[in-house]
């Protein structure tokens, strides 16, 4: 079946614009998560979804930074007011339900480059 | 807060040697541990999955052991071969979210 995509796979944007990054997880996966990898880094976490709500966005580095899964299924990672520092690959995962002891699935990444 | 750590950052090794990867966090409360392999400029692929009940995980050529109490995960892979070479991560799950490792860059030489 179909895995974790994720689009665009390239986004290059100037400093300050706004930018959406998009994922649709495995069909019937209740779970999604989102991690951002900076070059020569592992994954860090940002935020994480059961059905449409945010169960924890601890990992969120600041206001500018903000996701959404309106009906359960595809997420949006919206970044305002973009800055250098943003450049990095933003991965998603998802797993069939909220059980801590499942396996994450991840998408092949959004690299997003913020001139 | 969780902290995972990597050794080595980076190892290279000619073809046919059988290798360790290791891994350490610092909470050993985990409900799991995953190891990845990540190609450059690809996504996170997932090669073992252990549970917290369990002591290793065998795939092929790859072994995965977990000692929950002394906080360390080891990656064995055995006769490794030139496609073996990419990043390995190694991740634990404490719940909500994963804690990553930097990862251990091997080059396997033919």
């Known amino acids: 079946g179909a895995g974790v995509s994720q689009t665009p796979s390239n986004k290059v944007t100037e400093k300050g614009k706004y930018v959406e990054l998009r994922c649709d997880p495995i069909?019937?996966?209740?779970?999604l998560y989102w991690y951002r990898q900076s070059l020569g880094q592992g994954p860090e976490f940002l935020i994480y979804?059961?059905?449409?709500?945010?169960?924890?966005d601890s990992g969120l580095p600041n206001d500018r930074f903000f996701a959404v899964r309106p009906e359960g299924s595809v997420s949006t990672l919206k970044i305002q007011r973009t800055e250098r520092g943003d450049s990095a690959v933003y991965l998603c995962?998802?797993?069939?339900?909220?059980?801590?002891?499942?396996?994450?699935?991840f998408g092949p990444g959004t690299r997003l480059t913020v001139l | 807060k969780q902290e995972v750590t990597q050794i080595p950052a980076a190892l290279s090794v000619p073809e046919g040697e059988n290798l360790v990867l290791n891994c350490s966090f610092t909470?050993?409360?985990?409900?799991?541990l995953q190891w990845f392999r990540q190609d450059p400029g690809k996504g996170l692929t997932s090669l073992l999955l252990i549970q917290s009940s369990q002591r290793e995980q065998t795939s092929g050529r790859l072994n995965a052991s977990l000692d929950k109490s002394s906080g360390r995960s080891t990656l064995y892979i055995a006769a490794s071969q030139p496609g073996d070479s990419a990043t390995y991560l190694c991740?634990?799950?404490?719940?909500?979210?994963?804690?990553f490792g930097g990862g251990t860059r091997l080059m396997v030489k033919p």
């Open positions: 991740a634990a799950n404490s719940g909500n979210m994963l804690t």
């Open positions: 979804f059961q059905g449409t709500g945010a169960a924890d």
């Open positions: 995962a998802s797993t069939p339900t909220r059980a801590s002891y499942n396996e994450q699935f």
């Open positions: 069909s019937g996966h209740t779970a």
């Open positions: 909470d050993s409360a985990i409900y799991n």
